[in-house]
């Protein structure tokens, strides 16, 4: 058996294209280096590095990782005041976090029929070498779920602990009609009392290019969001433009709500391999407050989803009463996370277990 090689870079670029893709395949959604650029060229505080573990000629896996600074706490912890306590704390370990961030899948692929028995232990060793690169004392793979079994029982010593579930729709229709026949009657009546009182308040929802956006309108909308969670905004400047010019129309949907000719509401859905993400959504709060500008956008993800022809459309993990009403399932997830010293690490993975129960 061939000895396994690893090559590692910190831009995408470096990355051998057709090879990566091909690794990747269709099981890996935003995985594709079109994707790793485009997450450079967009995100804020990024500094990745690739692992790329050959065997021979043969790329049997890689992974994606970078030292994360910014965190994302308001759906997971509801006080504020333990939300910036444990912002503090992860700021001193300095997690190495291995997930792509905005599409919320985690970083690392491999080939087609490759034995994760034998390389995931060979892909952690390279981690840990970043690790120590970086003087990170915790190491955090997320988002995974239930079936990423292989990844979860490789990797002694990682706890497992839940984070915010995913709400998820699996799209088995063909055309917008047969998805409402479906949904139950109070389901669908609610819906259709929801975009029946959005028109009457004059909410109108367009589809329209990123080149086309108002860009400058959409990113103030999109930050809106954010302080109104008090999340920390971790894209770039003109955002819009650089995933107008690095993705192709096939590559996303945008919408923006309308509202007596103004734009107070967007969501951009990304799409790959069959997915559909709903992201960057917007609001002007003051404007939105009682015209259901929102739920009438995200019961457009759903037409949209299907007329593309995508197999799964995931909405994200907050307000799943509302998605729940679009027929949306939960779907768990978890993160593997580790700290270098075993005394800590114990510690960490008692305090985890006490916390989640």
């Known amino acids: 058996m061939r000895e396994y090689k690893a090559v590692i870079t910190r831009r995408s670029e470096e990355l051998p ?49 970078f030292a994360q600074r910014h965190f994302h706490l308001s759906a ?8 910036g306590v444990t912002q503090r704390g992860l700021r001193l370990v300095g997690p190495l976090s291995c ?16 034995s994760a028995e034998m390389v995931l232990p060979q892909l952690l060793n390279e981690l840990k070498k970043v690790q120590r690169t970086e003087h990170s004392q915790l190491l955090s793979i997320n988002p995974l779920t239930t079936t990423d079994k292989a990844i979860i029982q490789q990797w002694p010593g990682f706890r497992p602990t839940h984070i915010v579930a995913d709400a998820v729709l699996d799209i088995a229709w063909d055309s917008y009609d047969a998805y409402q026949m479906w949904l139950p009657g109070k ?38 969001v954010y302080q109104h969670h008090g999340s920390s905004y971790s894209f770039k400047a003109e955002m819009v433009e650089n995933t107008a010019a690095l993705l192709q129309p ?5 919408l923006i709500a309308r509202h007596e000719g103004e734009v107070v509401g967007t969501l951009t859905l990304f799409i790959s391999e069959g997915v559909m993400l709903v992201r960057w959504a917007g609001l002007d709060y003051e404007r939105t ?10 019961s457009e993800t759903v037409r949209v989803a299907i007329e593309r022809g995508v ?8 307000a799943f009463t509302l998605k729940k009403q679009l027929g949306a ?5 978890i993160a593997l996370v580790k700290l270098r010293n075993p005394l800590l690490n114990r510690a960490m993975q008692l305090a985890l277990a006490w916390q989640q129960k």
């Open 99 to 114: 997930h792509l961030p905005l599409f919320a899948y985690p970083g690392l692929f491999l080939a087609e029929n490759v």
């Open 311 to 318: 197999r799964q459309l995931k909405l994200g993990g907050t």
């Open 187 to 224: 389901k669908r009546a609610e819906i259709r009392r929801v975009r029946n009182r959005a028109a009457d308040a004059g909410v109108q929802i367009q589809e329209c290019s990123l080149f086309e956006t108002e860009a400058a309108q959409v990113e103030a909308l999109i930050r809106e």
């Open 250 to 254: 096939s590559d996303y949907a945008h």
């Open 17 to 65: 294209e057709l090879i990566w893709d091909k690794m990747c395949g269709t099981r890996q959604p935003f995985a594709h280096k079109r994707w790793l650029m485009l997450l450079e060229q967009i995100t804020g505080d990024y500094h990745p590095y690739y692992v790329q573990l050959w065997q021979g000629d043969q790329l049997v896996a890689g992974a994606a990782c």
């Open 76 to 83: 997971h912890l509801s006080s504020p005041l333990l939300a």
């Open 289 to 298: 407050r009682d015209n259901f500008t929102y739920h009438l956008l995200m």
């Open 329 to 333: 399932r939960l779907e768990e997830r």
